[in-house]
């Protein structure tokens, strides 16, 4: 086994165990070493997603598009840091191109759930206690959920725990009607499947 390789393990090893702050310094090393290191790029990416640095993760994750244009993944992950970074349209464009590659229902359903937790620790979180977002407190914080939420509906329309978290929203930024409609949108969905 090369040592590159064994290197990047170890960066994955130390990632998946939570340890990010080592593995950002071993996935520096690996690509310090091979700069088109494409998959360094991205599980650096994701490390620094979970240290709630979306700014330099995106940065990480547009490398990775320009390095493999052709995996839907990376622009995934670009347009997840997109969202947290409250820019929906930039999300919106990256995840069309991510569905031009990988139409599989499943895909577009896990790309939908990864969303859709986004949202909910945006709805749930704030202060000193945030790990995700970019730190918008008040009816800003509920308006950035509200965009986040908005992409996981239209990539899965059927979910209606997205529709319940929508009415939730739409409750704390005052505005009956809506919060009305994705209520019931949620019973219509809940029942939907039901019958299933």
């Known amino acids: ?8 393990n170890e960066g994955v090893s130390l990632s998946m165990s939570g340890n990010h702050e080592a593995a950002l310094k071993v996935f520096d090393r690996v690509l310090a070493q091979d700069p088109k290191h494409v998959l360094a790029l991205s599980s650096k990416g994701f490390s620094l997603m979970s240290l ?37 349209e930039a999300a919106r464009t990256l995840l069309e191109r ?3 590659l990988n139409s599989e229902q499943a895909w577009r359903e896990a790309a939908a759930m990864e969303v859709t937790a986004l949202g909910k620790a945006l709805l749930s979180e ?11 407190t008040g009816k800003a914080r509920y308006r950035h959920a509200r965009h986040v939420l908005e992409v996981a509906l239209e990539l899965h329309p059927g979910l209606a725990e997205v529709a319940r978290a929508l009415a939730d929203t739409w409750a704390h930024l005052g505005d009956t009607e809506r919060r009305d409609h994705y209520t019931q949108l949620a019973s219509r969905l809940q029942r939907s499947a039901a019958a299933v």
């Open 98 to 100: 991510a569905l031009q």
């Open 1 to 8: 086994m090369s040592k590159l390789f064994a290197a990047f």
């Open 52 to 88: 709630g640095r979306p700014r330099d993760a995106l940065r990480c994750f547009e490398l990775a598009v320009e390095l493999d244009s052709g995996t839907a993944d990376f622009y995934r992950h670009a347009a997840i840091c997109q969202l947290e970074l409250d820019e929906p």
């Open 126 to 136: 704030s202060g000193k206690h945030r790990t995700r977002g970019i730190g918008l």
